[in-house]
């Protein structure tokens, strides 16, 4: 059973481009979390999503931050017209319903130069 | 706002001492509360989770214990091992497991040999 799978690994973009982060959440998981990590910080909450439903996106920059769980394929976190100080490592974590651990993704790296 | 902390941000302990990481939770309604692992380039890892109606868990050479009252929780880490270097994060949650965390800037553990 292939864990919580998140591509790009890493992903260098320049100011004013589009940042798009895959999250393939693990099988027979229906919860996505994404959280944002700065260099030597805690993990912060972005967004909680279930299939097709945004359940809590009260981490998420309200200008520019996106996030979707369609019916079929990956979760998608989009950041639009990257600044300096979206750079930073995402990650993803899944869950089942109802249950009581997420496992995490081994995260994107974005660069914004 | 609600917060996790942690005491120090670097505990070092020689090769087979035990270890001991401390967190501060400010949220008295969190329920749930786990401490992850997280290695260098790496996603965090779950190591062990503890339920508010419980006052400690023991798991394979870690023991977690809460103390509601102080709002404490602390990591213990028995004949700590190179291989347990590592920035640890205690996380708290709202209703249960698999919802949204909350985690602790993190102790980064140095094992010395």
């Known amino acids: 059973n292939a864990g919580v799978m998140q591509n790009p690994r890493h992903l260098v973009r320049r100011r004013g481009q589009e940042a798009r982060l895959r999250c393939s959440p693990m099988?027979?998981?229906?919860?996505v979390y994404w959280y944002r990590q700065l260099p030597e910080e805690g993990l912060k909450f972005m967004v909680y999503?279930?299939?097709?439903?945004?359940?809590?996106e009260s981490g998420m920059p309200k200008e520019r931050f996106s996030a979707e769980f369609p019916k079929e394929g990956p979760s998608i976190l989009r950041i639009q017209q990257v600044v300096r100080g979206d750079s930073a490592a995402y990650f993803c974590?899944?869950?089942?319903?109802?249950?009581?651990?997420?496992?995490f993704g081994q995260g994107t790296r974005l660069t914004v130069v | 706002g609600e917060s996790v902390g942690l005491h120090l941000p670097t505990l070092s302990v020689q090769e087979g001492d035990n270890s001991i990481i401390n967190c501060a939770y400010s949220n008295s309604a969190s329920d749930y509360f786990i401490w992850y692992k997280q290695e260098s380039g790496k996603g965090p890892q779950f190591i062990i989770d503890i339920r508010s109606n419980m006052d400690k868990r023991q798991g394979q050479r870690v023991t977690v214990l809460l103390n509601k009252t102080v709002k404490h929780l602390s990591l213990q880490i028995a004949a700590t091992q190179p291989g347990d270097s590592a920035v640890y994060f205690c996380?708290?949650?709202?209703?249960?497991?698999?919802?949204?965390?909350?985690f602790g800037t993190g102790t980064q553990l140095k094992v010395e040999l």
């Open positions: 974590a899944s869950s089942v319903q109802g249950g009581t651990e997420a496992f």
């Open positions: 099988k027979g998981h229906s919860h």
């Open positions: 996380a708290e949650s709202l209703g249960g497991g698999g919802n949204k965390l909350t």
């Open positions: 999503l279930q299939k097709e439903n945004i359940i809590d």
